[in-house]
């Protein structure tokens, strides 16, 4: 599905869906990735250290277990996906580090009707065990890297959470939705999919581009900050022309 073909040029730029990315914007699980990561690649001889780590953040599982078997691991790309989900999943089991201000927007955003979406590179195993320990259901459903063909930066996974919120409510269109992303990949995603986005950089800095709206944090973040964003976006101007 193209993006033009979710938009709606004639209905009222009014919000009606936040669709979250989850490592770095709702849970700081970044570490853990990371510390995966490296204990993969020594394991099989090589070297990876945290600089390395963090040209894989927020980009398609599969991407990043070529690059390892690149770095030396010798193993399938499967293998080097459910080693990584694995340890990571395991982690998060044990704590997860929530990022500051997420739970508290995402709680007040349902509240006042918006549908939250996940859409996550993260395969469903590992953000089940998220959702599942959130206060309510605020996730009306998951879009994860095992659901796409192309993950990001590629459009198709935020386009795929437009595209089913549709199927309920055929007067959605992009400019009604809202991104919250906080890497180089997934901010490219949502940008590409047209989807207004909010970027709230974390473990990689983001340059800067007028675009999109930055946030240094979530923290004291509100509905009514989210529906301004969306108000100024381009796609809003768009479709209110």
């Not at 690649?41 to 599969?62: F, I, Q, Y």
């Not at 055929?170 to 970027?199: F, Q, R, W, Y």
């Amino acid at each position: 599905m193209q993006a033009d073909a979710l938009a709606s040029v004639d209905a009222p730029t009014e919000l009606k869906a936040a669709l979250w990315d989850m490592d770095g914007t709702l849970v700081d699980s970044e570490p853990y990735w990371i510390a995966a990561e490296i204990e993969l690649v020594t394991s099989h001889g090589g070297h990876w250290d945290t600089e390395k780590s963090h040209d894989l953040v927020g980009c398609a599982l599969e991407t990043a277990a070529g690059i390892l078997q690149d770095a030396g691991v010798k193993l399938s790309i499967r293998e080097i996906v459910d080693y990584l989900t694995g340890k990571v999943t395991a982690a998060i089991r044990q704590q997860i580090p929530w990022r500051p201000g997420a739970k508290e927007l995402l709680a007040q955003l349902h509240a006042r009707g918006v549908r939250c979406v996940l859409v996550t590179m993260s395969e469903a195993t590992l953000a089940q065990v998220v959702v599942d320990a959130l206060d309510a259901p605020y996730f009306e459903f998951l879009v994860t890297g095992d659901q796409v063909r192309n993950g990001k930066p590629h459009p198709e996974p935020y386009l795929t959470a437009v595209e089913r919120l549709r199927a309920s409510d055929p007067s959605l269109g992009l400019h009604n939705c809202v991104a919250l992303e906080d890497s180089v990949p997934g901010v490219a995603s949502a940008m590409a999919a047209k989807v207004p986005t909010i970027a709230i950089p974390h473990v990689v800095p983001l340059a800067p581009d007028h675009r999109r709206t930055t946030w240094e944090t979530l923290v004291g973040k509100s509905y009514d900050d989210v529906a301004a964003v969306l108000l100024s976006a381009p796609t809003a101007a768009g479709a209110n022309a």
